[in-house]
């Protein structure tokens, strides 16, 4: 369908930035610099900076990112993880392809893991829980870190929604980024993030030398590139270096396109929130900050709602209308997540990116205040 109002508009966006991107393809191809080069480690020392993070190393995928950093842990045969129930089926799926267990626990209002749930899924045979911060705002860290320290589990951060939240740490004395707090943080750049590439790309960020020592072995079959030597049997899943160049181009805007991304979040708050059976992704935990990858609203009419916006030419996302759990050949256990449930039949994430105009917010805001008859 032609709509009038695209989810993202990756064109539009290398229109506002042509130059610069222009100016970094002029340079890795005229250097002929294509793999493991100076453009791909100076992203990954600007990431490590942004997100507060000692090292960063970049991979192909968030997927990549999620089944690399489960391998460092050494989770594998034999041990669970638990993950949320509502999330992209890569975080399930990377468990499973190490050949663990990952063990779903339900969601609470702000689509992020229900803390409070966590303890309840936990066996001997738990190594880890993957959290996972969706469209932008993280799950409860704090406590989280707090569990996992009790039951001495590895925490994986599936940070690949989130790029710049934050969260503030247990004393309160400053904000600690996502991806900074387990011993990775998960990254995806597919073009729809909020750090979106030119086709995929991922990362992930440590503090720890040990797991980015590993994982830039592994990325690249094995193999330690200074001396030759395998130190075990890898993967080629590095993040190319001209994909690299773009990101740091990017990555300097993120800053302000985040600021951008919540002026458009309260644009739609001040002329949406008195609509009752529409629910809005704002929340009062004053300790987080909501970055909006994505603004997804919870709609009491489902998928008459997201039908009516797309047939008044505005591009939404229902992610996901059915439970990744629930499609069969998946083959994982459904404990029936209510929340997960609920919130599956209703959600419909708005557009919100950095190159729609004022005029084009206020018709997505006319279209679902007209479908509420207001
Ligand atoms: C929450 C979450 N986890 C994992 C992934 C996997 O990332 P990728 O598509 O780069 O493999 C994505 C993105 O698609 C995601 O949204």
């Not at 949320?84 to 392809?97: E, I, L, M, R, Y």
């Not at 599956?344 to 509420?372: G, H, K, Q, W």
């Amino acid at each position: 369908m032609n709509y009038k109002i695209r989810f993202v508009n990756p064109s539009r966006n290398y229109q506002m930035i042509k130059d610069e991107i222009d100016a970094a393809y002029f340079e890795v191809m005229t250097k002929g610099d294509l793999i493991d080069r100076d453009q791909l480690k100076r992203f990954e020392e600007n990431l490590a900076t942004f997100v507060g993070t000692k090292y960063a190393v970049g991979l192909n995928s968030g997927y990549d990112a999620l089944h690399m950093s489960l391998r460092a842990a050494g989770i594998g045969r034999d041990d669970e993880v638990i993950i949320p129930a509502h999330t992209f089926v890569a975080t399930a799926s990377a468990v499973v392809n190490v050949g663990a267990k990952p063990v779903l626990v339900d969601v609470g209002k702000d689509f992020n893991i229900a803390s409070d749930l966590i303890e309840k899924a936990i066996t001997p045979k738990t190594r880890g829980i993957i959290p996972v911060h969706l469209s932008g705002y993280m799950a409860d860290m704090i406590r989280i870190m707090e569990i996992a320290g009790g039951y001495n589990l590895v925490v994986i951060e599936d940070a690949c929604q989130s790029l710049g939240s934050t969260m503030k740490n247990e004393d309160s004395t400053r904000l600690k980024g996502a991806g900074a707090w387990g011993v990775t943080g998960c990254w995806s750049f597919y073009p729809f993030k909020i750090l979106g590439g030119y086709g995929d790309g991922g990362a992930i960020t440590t503090n720890d030398p040990d797991v980015a020592l590993f994982a830039r072995r592994m990325r690249y079959n094995g193999e330690d590139r200074e001396t030759g030597e395998y130190h075990g049997h890898g993967f080629t899943c590095l993040l190319d270096n001209l994909q690299a160049a773009f990101l740091d181009v990017k990555l300097r805007y993120l800053p302000q396109w985040i600021i951008r991304r919540k002026e458009i979040a309260e644009r739609y708050r001040a002329e949406l929130s008195e609509i009752p059976d529409l629910l809005l992704p704002h929340y009062n935990d004053p300790r987080r900050d909501h970055v909006y990858q994505n603004y997804t609203v919870r709609s009491k009419q489902g998928n008459e709602f997201s039908e009516y916006l797309k047939t008044h030419g505005i591009e939404v996302l229902t992610q996901f209308r059915k439970p990744y759990y629930k499609h069969q050949a998946l083959n994982l256990e459904d404990q029936g997540f209510p929340e997960t449930e609920a919130l599956s039949r209703e959600v419909c994430s708005l557009p919100m990116n950095v190159e729609i105009t004022d005029e084009e917010v206020d018709y997505v805001i006319a279209t679902v205040r007209s479908f509420y008859g207001k």
